[in-house]
């Protein structure tokens, strides 16, 4: 489910959506039967949401798993349940929990988001999400690219307020999205007792537009802090704060 950067965002290069198995320091993701492949949107959120208190964290749309891994590399007693509607998908990211160290920590469920905030008890301290974005764009040609990267199969408003059905009243919803629709996306959560705190904007490179926005929200509404990550300089190496972020991961 989990909607990727396209070519011109930067780190995680197009080249390796065609790697079989895609190799961080700590685990490796295979990819291969997976709708969408290892993305820079992805990691961003992996390596940027808060895990700090979460004893529960959900990860809707979880594709190949790498969120959810990466939170388990970064929480070290966190038990983790990820949804994937694309049963090829699922199994991937079943089997890349497997074979990595956090496999007695980590539960893939395939089915859609919305069925399992309908049937599951369980509350959470975090919930994660790449969701899909596109709103009105023609659609793709294959169905399971259709579920990863348009909102047909998960509206935001159902995104929002499924988190907030499932989550425990002090917890905290971390999205990642284009900049536009993360605005947008901001408006819509009010409406469902949701309250941007934390807001990130991320350039590719200094004095371009702006690629993305990571967001965190609450129950308990708060001024938003607000910054901004750079992940290239001028002379196309990597920002020092972007390999901060993402240091603990990446082997390049």
Known sequence: ???????????????????????????????????????????????????????????????????????????????????????RSAQQARENAQNSSWRRRITVYGQSFQSFAAQNAARYDLVVSNPPYFTNALLPPSETRKRTRHTEELPHEELLSGAKKILQPHGALCVVLPFTEGLAFIEQSAAHQLFCTRQTTVYGKTGKAPKRLLLHFSAMPAPIEKDTLVIHCGDGSYTPEYKALTGAFYLF
Do not use: H, Y
């Open 1 to 87: 489910m989990t909607a990727g950067i396209s070519c011109s965002m930067p780190r995680v290069p197009c080249s390796a959506q065609s790697v079989p198995v895609f190799r961080f320091k700590q685990f490796s993701v295979a990819q291969q039967s997976a709708a969408m492949k290892v993305n820079t949107d992805g990691v961003l959120l992996g390596a940027w949401a808060d895990v700090v208190d979460a004893r529960r964290i959900l990860d809707v749309g979880a594709g190949t798993g790498v969120i959810a891994l990466m939170l388990a590399q970064r929480n070290v007693t966190a038990n983790i349940d990820a949804v994937e509607i694309d049963e």
